[in-house]
């Protein structure tokens, strides 16, 4: 899969899995699919399960306004922050080139950048680290510890990482989250979950203080690794941050649409 279809994949992927973790987090929560943006909006202090995404392809720059304005309006209409996903590749030309002009008109700011991902890349190999043991998550201890490893790679509040997953049923049951063990210390997490034939692949992180010693591709490999095992699926993908960006390609993902994410400026 090339090209916009890939971009499209990525945002659809997007749409499915979160769904299931915000529903995981308050069956009430806003989940709704209207006519060019999909809200997935928990409303907890975990922004990133507080999310808006456009999704027609081929938008030019009236309709981006459009779109831009109305995801503005749900936005302040939330208690907690969140981010509109943007995926570049589905604008037309002219919306691209207008796009930060648009988005700062509307009320939003530039957070930071990412990059949707996906390949055919399953089975892989169980995956060997000379420092590591992997264990699945599920207690709410564990939860915690992926939690904040979570905070602490991202650089945002543990109680926020907590109101995440901490108590969750789906994370000890339908996601394949694994903690990397150093000497019996968490130090790195990575989680897939089945979503519209895909694995995908959610919330990787490492302890800043070990990172770039390969921990966060090791368990991203075991996630991958033992949810393929237990679904089937031959199909991955993932959005990765600008730090996450130069590990995946190595597992053999393939980069597709750039992804801008907005706060409420």
């Not at 499209?8 to 299931?20: C, D, F, G, I």
């Not at 770039?212 to 993932?238: D, I």
């Not at 600008?242 to 706060?263: E, Q």
Request: glycine share 10%.
């Amino acid at each position: 899969m090339r090209g916009l279809a890939a971009s499209v994949e990525s945002m659809e992927q997007l749409a499915v899995a979160w769904r299931a973790m915000v529903l995981d987090r308050d069956s009430g929560a806003d989940v709704r699919d209207l006519p060019g943006v999909a809200v997935r909006w928990a409303d907890c202090r975990f922004s990133f399960w507080n999310a808006i995404t456009l999704t027609e392809v081929g938008a030019d720059s009236d309709l981006l306004r459009r779109r831009l304005a109305q995801a503005v309006e749900i936005m302040r209409s939330k208690e907690y922050p969140g981010f509109l996903w943007l995926f570049e590749d589905l604008l037309d030309d002219g919306a691209r080139c207008v796009l930060e002009e648009a988005a700062k008109q509307s009320g939003l700011q530039y957070a930071f950048g990412g990059t949707g991902m996906a390949g055919d890349i399953l089975p892989i190999a169980d995956p060997v680290h000379p420092d590591l043991t992997f264990v699945r998550v599920s207690t709410d201890e564990q939860l915690r510890a992926y939690a904040d490893i979570n905070a602490r790679g991202y650089g945002f509040p543990l109680e926020e990482g907590r109101d995440g997953v901490v108590g969750s049923v789906l994370w000890k049951n339908e996601v394949h989250a694994y903690l990397a063990m150093r000497g019996g210390v968490p130090v790195a997490c990575a989680g897939t979950i089945a979503a519209d034939g895909r694995l995908f692949v959610v919330l990787v992180a490492t302890e800043p203080q070990w990172q770039r010693r390969g921990y966060g591709e090791a368990v991203t490999r075991k996630a991958l690794y033992e949810g393929c095992r237990a679904t089937g699926l031959t199909r991955a993908t993932l959005h990765a941050t600008v730090a996450g960006a130069p590990v995946y390609p190595r597992i053999g993902f393939t980069p597709n649409s750039p992804i801008h994410f907005f706060a409420l400026a």
